[in-house]
Every structure is written in structure tokens, then in C-alpha cells.
């Protein structure tokens, strides 16, 4: 990512690294505790109004990863920085003020919205909690222009409802609404349309990447579908077993990729299915339990090209061409 390194960053993330202690049983009786790398030691930057986009198989760490960036979890490692500050150092009335700059989109719009809170109450809540607007008529209002902003017009029609009189999508629109509502500089949206019907799909994204443009957000968009982050994403990074294994500006990752794990995401069928999970025709079984990672490289026994070296090693990250950079034996730096 060099490319961005002249400009500000709104989120820089250094090495960062998440554990969890699980039990996993070995036999029928015994629960060992093991260490599940759920992250394992990611860099990442990203400046306003350019999308990052995070794409990975289930359990690669996606998830994980923009908790981190939230704050929502503590690294194990490494650090979050955010204009200029590190986060994972913040105190309780510094992480509301972060809170407040970095929102997320779920994926599903159903069980992020309070089901007994009404639209507008759904809206106005953040604005309470931050003390934004003097009276409830001027918070009703900000709550009105966002939703019109999001879509829903006139705003009067959904203020009164509940989210269950609303569509999968226009619940999708309010829980957007409800992100940008306090204006944050950063936005992560994790799946944010796998939930929602195909025909709805794309008026959801266009609605996102509008947001993002025009409000000149640093955003993330997590997702399994390539197309969809193609579409959405500047920059796309590639996820295996917790570790970024390519990352470059999307359209060059796309034209020329280097990573034998890109390569088996690029050809993977496009499945308009919500369950589906990536079909990898042309990489042997299935990711790996990240409790037990394979020594070497973690794709190793799953990859076409895989050579001696591969089992043993670990790959560094090398920086194959200009803002390109790849995790694997078969590459080395340019100018090495
Ligand atoms: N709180 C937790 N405690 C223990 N293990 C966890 C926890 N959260 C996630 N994990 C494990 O960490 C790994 C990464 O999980 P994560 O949810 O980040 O993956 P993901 O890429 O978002 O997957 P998906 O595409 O299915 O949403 C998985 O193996 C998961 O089981
Ligand atoms: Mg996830």
C-alpha cells in the first residue's frame, strides 16, 4: 500500500494479532485449551473516501478483523491507530468519542435493530447518547434528512413503523442510516447484503458507495463475493487463516494476480445463494481449524503450486509491483 503512504490515514493498523483461548477436545473426555489465531499479524491503512474491501473464506478472520479496527476487541498485539491516536490504548470516555467516528453495518439489518424501538427511535437513540441536537424536534429532524438521504421518502411514511413493517432492504437503509447519523469518518459494513434479497442487492451497494464517495469515508466492505467487492472496493485485500495473503488496488488484483489463493477466489462460481460459502473447484478440501494451523506456509496443503519450501517456511510479504503486495514462496521483491 505505499500509494496511500503520502496522505492521511483515517486508520492504520500494525501488526496486529487476535487470540482466543478455546477447549477443544481431543478425545471424548479431555478439553485442552489451545490458541486460535483468529488474526495473525495484519497491516492495514486506509484514507477518506477509499473503500477497502476484505474477502476470505468463512472463519479466515474477517470478522474479527473489523472488530479490532472498532475497538471491540483488544488486540493480542500491535496496534490501531486512528487519527494519529492508538486505540487499543484508549480509555472508556475516549473509546465513546471513537465510537462515535467509526460505525458498522451488519449483516443482517433484522437483529441489529431493536425490534421495540420505532424507526425514528432507532434513529434519534445515537444522537441521544451523544448529546446531539438540542431538543427532539431538532433530533427528529436530523432523523428525517438521513432517512430521505438513505432513500426512505418521504421520511414521515417510516419514522412511525417498526422494523418488522419494513422490507429486508429498507430495514438495510436504516441500519445505514442509522451508522451515518453521527457523521463517523469510518465505516465498516460486514456482509452488509448477504442477507437481502438478489433483486435488492445492488440499490443497497450503489446506496453504500454513494455514502462513502460523497461523505468521503474511509470505509471497509467484508464480503465473499468478489464481484460485489469489485464493484465496491479500491483497494481488496485477500484473507486466508487470519493473515492478508494479497492485497493490491482492486482492478490490478483482479488483472493480475499472484497468490495461487486469489487465483482459486477469481475462478470460484458466483453463487447468488445468502448460504453460500466460496466453491473452491480448483484448491484441494477445506480451510484448515485454525487451532492447528499447518507449519510453513498455512495454505500449503491446499495449494496447486505448492513446493518443499512451503511446508517448512513461513512466506514475508513481499511487494511485487507498485501498492501489490503478496505472501507467498513462489514470489519474491522485485528487487531482491
Ligand atoms: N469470540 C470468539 N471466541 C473464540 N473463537 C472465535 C471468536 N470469534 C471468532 N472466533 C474464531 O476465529 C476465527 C475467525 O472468525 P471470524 O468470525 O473473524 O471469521 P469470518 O472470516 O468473519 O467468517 P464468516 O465469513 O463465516 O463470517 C474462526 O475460526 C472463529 O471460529
Ligand atoms: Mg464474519
Do not use: W
Request: hydrophobic share 35%; aromatic share 6%.
Amino acid at each position: 500500500m505505499s500509494s496511500l503512504q503520502d496522505s492521511r490515514y483515517i486508520l492504520e493498523a500494525n501488526n496486529i494479532r487476535k487470540d482466543f483461548n478455546v477447549k477443544v477436545k481431543n478425545n471424548k473426555i479431555v478439553a485442552e485449551e489451545k490458541i486460535l489465531k483468529a488474526v495473525d499479524n495484519i497491516n492495514l491503512k486506509i484514507k477518506p473516501g477509499e473503500t477497502l474491501g476484505l474477502v476470505g473464506e468463512s472463519g479466515c478472520g474477517k470478522t474479527t478483523t473489523a472488530k479490532l479496527l472498532l475497538g471491540l476487541y483488544k488486540p493480542t498485539e500491535g496496534k490501531i491507530i486512528c487519527e494519529g491516536t492508538d486505540i487499543t490504548a484508549f480509555k472508556r470516555k475516549q473509546l465513546k468519542a471513537f465510537r462515535k467516528k467509526a460505525q458498522m453495518i451488519f449483516q443482517d439489518p433484522y437483529e441489529s435493530l431493536n425490534p421495540r424501538f420505532k424507526i425514528k427511535d432507532v434513529l434519534i437513540e445515537p444522537l441521544i447518547i451523544h448529546k446531539i441536537g438540542s431538543n427532539y424536534k431538532e433530533q427528529l429532524k436530523i432523523a428525517e434528512d438521513i432517512l430521505e438521504e438513505v432513500g426512505l421518502k418521504p421520511a414521515q411514511t417510516y419514522l412511525e413503523r417498526y422494523p418488522h413493517e419494513m422490507s429486508g432492504g429498507q430495514r438495510q437503509r436504516v441500519a445505514i442510516a442509522r451508522a451515518l447519523i453521527l457523521n463517523p469518518s469510518l465505516l465498516i459494513a460486514d456482509e452488509p447484503v448477504s442477507m437481502l434479497d438478489v433483486s435488492i442487492r445492488a440499490g443497497i451497494l450503489s446506496l453504500l458507495r454513494k455514502m462513502i464517495k460523497e461523505r468521503n469515508l474511509a470505509a471497509i466492505c467484508i464480503s465473499h463475493d468478489l464481484s460485489l467487492i469489485r464493484y465496491i472496493s479500491d483497494y481488496t485485500a485477500v484473507m486466508y487463516l487470519g493473515k492478508i495473503v494479497e492485497i493490491a488496488p482492486t482492478e490490478q488484483l483482479i488483472k493480475k494476480r499472484f497468490h495461487p489463493y486469489t487465483e482459486a477466489l477469481l475462478e470460484a462460481v458466483p453463487n447468488p445463494d445468502p448460504d453460500f460459502k466460496i466453491s473452491l473447484q480448483n484448491i484441494k478440501g477445506e480451510a484448515p481449524n485454525p487451532v492447528d494451523k499447518p507449519n510453513g506456509c498455512s495454505f500449503h496443503p491446499r495449494c496447486v503450486k505448492c513446493m518443499e519450501i512451503c511446508k517448512k517456511e513461513q512466506p514475508q510479504q513481499v511487494e511485487i509491483e507498485k501498492g501489490h503486495f503478496v505472501l507467498c514462496h513462489l514470489h519474491k521483491n522485485k528487487n531482491s
